[in-house]
């Protein structure tokens, strides 16, 4: 486990986030496109949330582009938040923009004047020594190489193709800047999700987004990091939500509508909502994919679940 150093809270207080003006709150949003990226299902989560006042501290283990995090810091306005991701690369990316927003605009600048292929295969192959220039060219091969995928081969190493867009936006100010002040009351980390039953408390309201359980032997794809999710991540995670309803956590977690998430979530309340997603081999082709959300609260707008607690 890694020991980041907590976030000192700043000077900031929280009444006068910028973002609570309407203007600012459109700039509420992920930087980077991830894959499993839940910013499409944003609505339809937004009736399944806890009360407002209910939620003052925010947990997301399965970090990715931090979608629901955003979303949830503009509507549910939690004073703190623990983020956490396996993806130490992606942390660091995450560290970076609520530290070093500046200087991180100003590398983005200059990739933004030197973009084009060759160049995109040039920073590929770089490892800058500083965590901001890292987070830069994380940034940047993220705006820039194929579908906004992150995918390492086994040494870690990025081995995503040019993404061949006309004019990709590779630097979005306002975007980084409403993103850095909503991560200042966060402390990110890199772990893994079992780490999480440590830290939990009674009240706290997580959201767990896992790579998905595979809707066909072909469906899959785990590669955030050099590791894989496999059945038994997936069992270990279950048992782990278990435990964290016992001790009074507000739980809300995504997967895939597949008989095993039904089984090991038989206990919960499991929401169906409907997602564009990749359905075949022929990556262009996407349709409507049932997935679930299961809670273990009643939500502020309550709908009636498909499946009922026996
Ligand atoms: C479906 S994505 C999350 C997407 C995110 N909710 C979003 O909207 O962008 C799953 C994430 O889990 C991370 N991950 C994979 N294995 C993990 C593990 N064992 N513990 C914690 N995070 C893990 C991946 O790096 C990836 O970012």
Redesign the pocket.
Known sequence: MSTRRPLSTGRLSYQRFPFRTAENAAFLR?FVK??????QLLRQFQSLYPEKDSVSRYLE????????FFHVKGLLQPTRALL????AE?IDTFLAVRDEVDNLIELLRQHTKQHCESYYYEVRTQSPSTPVARAARVIYLNKTGFNGLYRVNSRGLFNVPYGHRAKPTILSEALLRAASVALRNAELHA???RDLFAVARKGDFIYL????QPISKTAKF?S??S?S?GEN?QRDLAALYAKLDRRGCLLMLSNSDTPLVRELYADFCIHQVSARRMINSDGEKRGPVSEVVVLNYRPKAHRAPTSQPG
Do not use: E, Q
């Open positions: 992920p991830w894959a499993g990226g839940k910013r283990p399965f970090l990715g582009s931090g979608a629901v956490t991701d396996t993806n992606l772990r893994d999700f987004d896992p790579p998905y785990t955030y990091t590791g999710f991540d």
